[in-house]
């Protein structure tokens, strides 16, 4: 537990460190918002950097055109502080890199990495323009009251899009595990009419077997920072069960979205 403590008290202090270097490069403008007006190159095809749309943690999601059609792109920047939150983020690039395309995952068009001060990284992902709201804002923020329960076709047809996502993913050799399956990783197509599964930073390839107590802090220290409470498997929750940690986990996070889709409240929001 104190190396966990030790570990986030760190990444802090190099965060703050990265965020001053980096704003005071850029006009001191606050450091989500000094992108906007980067030109960057995937490939052949060259984006500029609009508006900052969606930020949390470490990433920061940003509108972007590419400069000959016009097209619109999600521009997704993670900061890394160290070789752990590096190794970390790179592994969405590796999943994406591995992964085939699907309906109900989001698009991937192409990554890069660059240097900063003082050692730092930042991973750069090109990614598919969501144009609709996430499926916790589509659920609890669009409609004119809280209480309006989805008829049951509504109700299946987005718990499909989910479903179809996760399987792709388990479907893959070697299975990948999200891990992070919640209402917020589920963003609405407009152009294809369906709910597209993103973030893709938490994905494993292998199963999770916890034999000692190092083992057990380590994925103590993983989940906390990589999944949500509210929608982890009794086995993510406790690890002093010692019980293999699959694609599975998966399955219960699709349950926990099913109920929310049908009652309108998690069914352990208590925690």
Known sequence: MFRAVKRALSEAANLYDTCQSVSSSSSNKPIGHSYQGTRLCFGERKVQVGPLIAEGGFSFIYKATDEDSLEKFALKRTLCLDKESFDMAYSEVQVFQLLPPH???VRYYGSQTK????GNKEILI?????????LAETLFLNSAKVEEYWSES???QVFQDACSAVAHLHAQHPTISHRDIKLENLLKS????????????SCCFNSTQITNRKERFEQEYILQKQSTFMYRAPEMV???GKQKLTEKVDIWALGCILYILCYRKHPFETG
């Open 103 to 105: 309906r109900n995952i």
């Open 115 to 118: 240097d900063l001060e003082k």
């Open 126 to 134: 090109l990614l598919e323009l969501c144009q609709g709201k996430s």
């Open 154 to 156: 509504k109700v299946i």
């Open 190 to 201: 407009t152009l294809d009419n369906c709910f597209k599964l993103c973030d893709f930073g």
């Open 238 to 240: 406790d690890l002093y």
